[in-house]
Structure formats: C-alpha cells, structure tokens
C-alpha cells in the first residue's frame, strides 16, 4: 500500500502489529459495557460497530506502542450505538470515542455530547464533500473515513454505453426491448432520497447555505421555482411509468437481476447481489433530466469525541494520526467496501472499477444535511412525491409539502 508522508511514522509500528492483529489474535472486545470516559488517564475507549473492530486494532496497538496510551477497541450493535452515546455521555460514562455517521451531527450537537476536532494540515487530505459534511456550524466535529453516494448500475451486456440524459436512458432501453429500462426503489411511502439527484437538476435543494457553507433552516429551497419545475417532472414520469410507487427495493433488484431492466438507479450496498448474479456490471452518471448536474446525497461515516473525555488530546492524536492515515482507511475501507473519505485511500481503492465509479458520480455527490430541521423535511417529502408519481396534482401537492415543512420546522 502506498503511505502519504503524515502516516510514515505512525505506520512503523502498525505494518507489524496489523498483520498480528488481523490474523486472527484481535484484542477487541464485543460487549455492550460502557466505561469511565477517560477513567484512566493513559486509556481510551473506542466504540465501533462489529465489523470494524479487527480494522482498528492495528492501529490501536501501535498508538499505545507509541505512546503509552491504551486504546480499547468495543465492538457495539449499529443499531443502539448512537442512543448509548447520548445517553451515556452527560454521566461520564460511555466511550471517548465513537463511530457513527455525519447526519447524526445535529442531534450530538444539539445534546452538546461531541467535542470539536482539530484536524490541522490534514483537512486539505480529505475528500471535499466528507470534509464537508464532518462540520456543522463552522466547526469540524467528526474524522471521517468513508464516503457513501448512489450512482446508476448499468447491464452491460443490454446496454453497451451509458446514458447521456435521463430521456437518452429511457430510450436506449426501450430500443432494447425493455418495458421498464429504468428502476429505482420508491415504494408506497416515496423514497426521496433515491429522487434527491433529479430534484437537484432542476436547481431545488431542501436547503440553501450560509456563509459558512452548512445549511440554513431559515432557507428552504424546496419552495423554489425549481422545486415546482421538479413537482411537474414526477407527474410526467409517473404517468409514462418510469416511475413506479408498486417498485419497492427488492422488486427492483429483482428486476434488474432478471435483466427486465437495464439500469438501477442504487448504492454500492446493492452491487454484491448484481454481481452474484453474474450481471456484466458498469457504474455510470446518474443521467440529468436537464442540463444541469444531478448531484445525489452523501452520507459520511467517520468519529467523534466525547465531550466528557478526559483524554481529548489524546483522542484528537489518534484519530488524525492514526485512523486518519492512508493504512488503516484502506483497512476500514476492507471491512465495509465504501469509498475512504482520505483522498489517498480512496484514489488507491478506486482501482477497483466499481469503486472508482462511485467515486466519480460522488464527486458531484452533496452531504445529506445534518441540521435537525431536516426531520420535518423527511416527515412530509416521500408521501408527497409519492402522491405526485399516482396522479396528484403537482402544483398543490407540492405546495402543501412546502408549507406543511415550513410549518413543522418553526
């Protein structure tokens, strides 16, 4: 593996200590317990979920290696980890660090359980839109190690190039003899999040930014000219059938592995079954239905510290120096198959054709805001959209969505 110059030292230790790790003789624990945040004046506690502590414990026998420090690797259920977090934290319980995710920002904010990160030099190392999503409010809170867009799978043993616009898609695929070219997971709830690229071509973010470039509650873009241009393109999609609320997730995965479907708009969670499936697979653009870029969320995972830490130094050092170096992204990004959030890492990982097209759709990829006023947003968006794809007028449809948010978020 290459090393960038910040992991040359760090990485001395950890070339021995991974591979003894890794083999087999991890150290990580696997209970839910939690401890005194920084009990110990020379431990830290480092919640991860399952799958990444082998990933990590390289790296944190080579920090206490180093410095003396011990770095205790506890492996947590994904599903309760953040709600521990919270709860634990205000007592001076629970772990000096976290795993999570970026939209989980405002609410660890709000609850005033995460301390700021000082990444220094290193920022410019780092993917734009991970580093972007890792600050709120001007402050950077979260180290980030992997970056996660959609992008369109493509068959392409049906279609030999890619789509050159949405309507280009549509066609190639019914010069093909496909009924459906085109599929992406709605369900009878709307699923926005899978739409979020083509309302962003018609110049509609939920939210506008500040000065500071994070998101701004008060500048709800879903109101915008855009937003009712958007409204009209799902009512002429749902009444064509490309756009289908019967299509949930598995639907569309099962069409697309039955090749009744040439292109699946979905993320790199979906790219084993395509494979096993033997399907001969391409990673595009998600084709626009204007001439502007269709930019999809990001979602970033990277940690936090605790606010309560007794040892914030020392978790900033581990994490820049440690987690936030080229080796142990490219072991994390092992672990879980998502692009690295470090530049170097995810440049190396994207050898792998699949992994470098999500990367170039991500590149135009948008973090998925982390400011609580997003809940309200999320309450109203799918079932209006849904409505709209079965008939509903646009127009009020989406009017309604506009001020019902607008309504839920003051």
């Known amino acids: 593996?290459?090393?960038?110059?910040?992991?040359?030292?760090?990485f001395g230790a950890i070339t021995v200590l991974t591979s003894l790790a890794l083999a087999g003789c991890s150290s990580g624990s696997t209970d839910d317990k939690g401890s005194d945040a920084g009990a110990k004046s020379g431990k830290l506690t480092v919640w991860v979920d399952a799958e990444r502590v082998d990933a990590l414990t390289g790296a944190a026998k080579a920090y206490e290696k180093k410095t003396g420090v011990e770095v205790d690797i506890v492996g947590k259920d994904v599903d309760t980890i953040k709600d521990d977090f919270i709860q634990q934290?205000?007592?001076?319980?629970?772990?000096?660090?976290?795993?999570?995710?970026?939209?989980?920002?405002?609410?660890?904010?709000?609850?005033?359980?995460?301390?700021?990160?000082?990444?220094?030099?290193?920022?410019?190392?780092?993917?734009p839109v991970a580093l972007q999503a890792s600050t709120y409010e001007g402050t950077t809170y979260m180290l980030p190690y992997a970056v996660e867009n959609i992008a369109v799978l493509?068959?392409?043993?049906?279609?030999?190039?890619?789509?050159?616009?949405?309507?280009?898609?549509?066609?190639?695929?019914?010069?093909?003899?496909?009924?459906?070219?085109?599929?992406?997971?709605?369900?009878?709830?709307?699923?926005?999040?899978?739409?979020?690229?083509?309302?962003?071509?018609?110049?509609?973010?939920?939210?506008?930014?500040?000065?500071?470039?994070?998101?701004?509650?008060?500048?709800?873009?879903?109101?915008?000219?855009?937003?009712?241009?958007?409204?009209?393109?799902?009512?002429?999609?749902?009444?064509?059938?490309?756009?289908?609320?019967?299509?949930?997730?598995?639907?569309?995965?099962?069409?697309?592995?039955?090749?009744?479907?040439?292109?699946?708009?979905?993320?790199?969670?979906?790219?084993?079954?395509?494979?096993d499936a033997g399907i001969n697979l391409a990673i595009d653009q998600i084709p626009s239905p204007t001439s502007e870029v269709a930019s999809p969320f990001a979602g970033v995972k990277g940690f936090f510290v605790s606010a309560e830490s007794k040892n914030k130094v020392a978790a900033n050092d581990f994490l820049v120096n440690y987690i936030g170096t080229e080796d142990v992204q490219l072991e994390l990004f092992k672990a879980g198959n998502i692009l690295p959030a470090l530049t170097a890492a995810a440049d190396t990982a994207a050898s792998d054709p699949i992994i470098a097209g999500f990367q170039k759709v991500?590149?135009?990829?948008?973090?998925?805001?982390?400011?609580?006023?997003?809940?309200?947003?999320?309450?109203?968006?799918?079932?209006?959209?849904?409505?709209?794809?079965?008939g509903a007028d646009p127009k009020t449809t989406w009017q309604k969505l506009v001020d019902d948010v607008t309504a839920a978020i003051k």
Do not use: C
């Not at 989980?104 to 700021?116: K, M, R």
């Not at 309302?199 to 939210?207: E, L, Y």
């Not at 855009?226 to 289908?244: D, I, Y």
């Open 154 to 275: 493509r068959n392409a043993d049906l279609i030999k190039e890619p789509a050159t616009s949405f309507d280009d898609m549509i066609a190639k695929g019914k010069a093909a003899g496909l009924a459906q070219p085109f599929v992406v997971e709605q369900g009878k709830e709307g699923n926005p999040y899978h739409l979020y690229p083509f309302q962003t071509a018609f110049g509609a973010p939920v939210f506008g930014t500040d000065d500071t470039g994070s998101y701004d509650p008060t500048d709800l873009q879903l109101g915008s000219a855009g937003g009712f241009e958007f409204a009209n393109w799902l009512s002429a999609q749902g009444k064509a059938g490309t756009l289908n609320t019967d299509i949930d997730g598995e639907i569309a995965k099962q069409q697309f592995i039955d090749g009744k479907a040439a292109f699946w708009l979905t993320g790199p969670w979906n790219v084993g079954a395509a494979k």
């Open 89 to 127: 934290v205000p007592t001076g319980k629970g772990p000096d660090i976290t795993m999570g995710a970026h939209d989980w920002l405002g609410e660890l904010s709000t609850n005033g359980v995460v301390a700021p990160i000082e990444l220094g030099d290193s920022s410019k190392d780092y993917l």
């Open 362 to 390: 991500g590149a135009d990829a948008v973090p998925m805001p982390a400011i609580p006023a997003m809940g309200s947003v999320w309450q109203y968006w799918g079932i209006a959209e849904a409505a709209i794809i079965n």
């Open 1 to 10: 593996m290459k090393v960038n110059k910040r992991s040359i030292a760090a």
